[in-house]
């Protein structure tokens, strides 16, 4: 099948855009509470507003495309569907597992999982019966939102934690607070699992609708106006309307602004002539890269930012909102250096070579000895 061009540049966006969202977690001096307890100035609100929930929305969306072209290989191939993709599923959780105890308490791996393995029994079926999977999980999503955004709106406002386990802990203890708060890290699988499942499926039909088809620029416009031309300014009052209106600020209105970009990104790539830019080249290959980018970013961006490593987050918070983007930007520009350099050398990113290994493993025919 040929590769779609469009798809590694949308994933090179997607994975450095969330890092745009993860890096005020990680420069926040009292650790991953503290943002959402913070009362932040007009500019750090704009700024939280480029990235907040979009690009989470833009990789949700890439997943249900990954997973239709996967379901189309297995029927090309006259494979069981799903079959082998639970294993994989299996894999990705548990990559999810290891990454929230070792790394970072807000691992989206775990969630699109779990998500992947209710829509492999979905992704084949009528239009009828995905159309209702997405009424369903949609409505099921919009009423969590709702009643969180009604809890939220007559709670008492959040303070910071105050907490100095990530200006002078150290990794250990990190790892220990995150299994002792599973729980409450791991409540945002609720929103994840019913939004994915509007998005994964969303994204295998984009897809079967030809949105990353020269034929599909219509579609593509559509969305492009749904997304950045409605969502998008409708998201920007949203950010500046307070705490309480967390939950439709990060997954309502950004996931309908993702489905612009993906219109936008994918008419860019289709419309450039000649060879690719630096930009594109660069993107492509953290996209093509997209699993080692994710992981290996988050551990840069902790080492970078918490007490057991530079430290960076307590040290620079006088200058807060601004050294934040500059250090996404150094994380982000090293990444791309990083992954280019790395398949000039290899076909896969580290982590997709392991990961590649350990799914083919129990596939693999033994061979008799002394054949």
Known sequence: MKRIDALDVLRGVAILGTLGTNIWIFTAPGGPSEPFGLQKTVVETFLHFL????????????????LELQYRSAVR????????YLWRAALLFAEGVAHYVLIFEFDVLMGYALTSMIVAYLIGRSERVVRGWMIGAGAVHLLIVGLVTLLLLNAPAARPSGSTLYRDGTWPQQVVARLEGLAIYRIELIFIIPMGIVLFLAGSRLLRAGVFAPEGALLRRRLMIAGLGVAAPLNLLTSYAGPAWFAIDRYVLPPLVALGLLGLVTTIVLETRGEPGLVRRGLADVGRAALSCYVFQNVVASFVCYG???????RLDWLRPWWVPVAWAGICLLFVVLSSWWL???TRGPIELAWQWAYQ???????????
Do not use: D, M, Q
């Open 344 to 346: 000039r050398r290899f």
């Open 361 to 371: 493993a129990p596939f693999r025919t033994s061979v008799p000895a002394g054949k």
């Open 77 to 84: 191939k006259g494979l069981r569907w799903p079959g082998r």
């Open 308 to 314: 057991w490593g530079l430290g960076l987050a307590a």
């Open 51 to 66: 990235t907040n929930g979009k690009f989470l929305g833009l990789l949700t969306l890439l997943f249900g495309v990954g």
